[in-house]
T-cell receptor
Framework: AQKVTQAQTEISVVEKEDVTLDCVYE???????LFWYKQPPSGELVFLIR??????QNEISGRYSWNFQKSTSSFNFTITASQVVDSAVYFC????????????FGGGTRLMVKP | SQTIHQWPATLVQPVGSPLSLECTVE??????LYWYRQAAGRGLQLLFY??????ISSEVPQNLSASRPQDRQFILSSKKLLLSDSGFYLC???????????FGPGTRLTVT
């Protein structure tokens, strides 16, 4: 069985602060994929990143960076110099390497960035 | 490029009425298709998924059903809505071996 835990249900920061969103997962699969999605107030989920279990390199995309640590089963997401537009609910998700590619989502973290 | 459409965007229906939500995907063939529900302030719950025409798998027992009459069309239905069916319904598509799913704009359903 798969499980994704996002312990932080809500985070509030002031603009320009850095913020890290935690994600811890459980799986018995040796090959799997991890994802982050952003859900702005409009509701549509926006795909941010996919990581496979063989690639533990950290990734940076602009102000976003991701830290994948297999040893601790974590895939954390950091936003540097946060902006008001970053305010959204962020979901971490896990998919095993099987047909159908179903995602198991965490409960989400609501990030509020105040000006 | 691929796009995914859902309609209607919002819907208010009385208890006991039928439901039909539609999702279509453009720009790809033989996608995997998914229906999710998100209750207010909650996470996403997978309702149905389909890996091909006429192939539907249900993840949660409920009074909802899904159908895939065409390769890129996915329909969510109910014969009689319950109050607990209220929520935000999201359709998504994905490909085998690329794994991420791409979501539509969603339908906000309020059952009164």
């Amino acid at each position: 069985a798969q499980k994704v835990t996002q312990a932080q249900t809500e985070i509030s920061v002031v603009e320009k602060e850095d913020v890290t969103l935690d994600c811890v997962y459980e799986t018995r699969d040796t090959t799997y994929y991890l994802f982050w999605y952003k859900q702005p107030p409009s509701g549509e989920l926006v795909f941010l990143i996919r990581r496979n279990s063989f690639d533990e390199q950290n990734e940076i995309s602009g102000r976003y960076s991701w830290n994948f640590q297999k040893s601790t089963s974590s895939f954390n997401f950091t936003i540097t110099a946060s902006q008001v537009v970053d305010s959204a609910v962020y979901f971490c998700a896990l998919s095993p390497n099987n047909a159908g590619n179903m995602l198991t989502f965490g409960g989400g973290t609501r990030l509020m960035v105040k000006p | 490029s691929q796009t995914i459409h859902q309609w209607p965007a919002t819907l208010v229906q009385p208890v006991g009425s039928p439901l039909s939500l539609e999702c279509t995907v453009e720009g790809t063939s033989n996608p995997n298709l998914y229906w999710y529900r998100q209750a207010a302030g909650r996470g996403l719950q997978l309702l149905f998924y389909s890996v091909g025409i006429g192939q539907i798998s249900s993840e949660v027992p409920q009074n909802l059903s899904a159908s895939r009459p065409q390769d890129r069309q996915f329909i969510l239905s109910s014969k009689k809505l319950l109050l607990s069916d209220s929520g935000f319904y999201l359709c998504a598509w994905g490909r085998d071996r690329t794994y991420e799913q791409y979501f539509g704009p969603g339908t906000r359903l309020t059952v009164t």
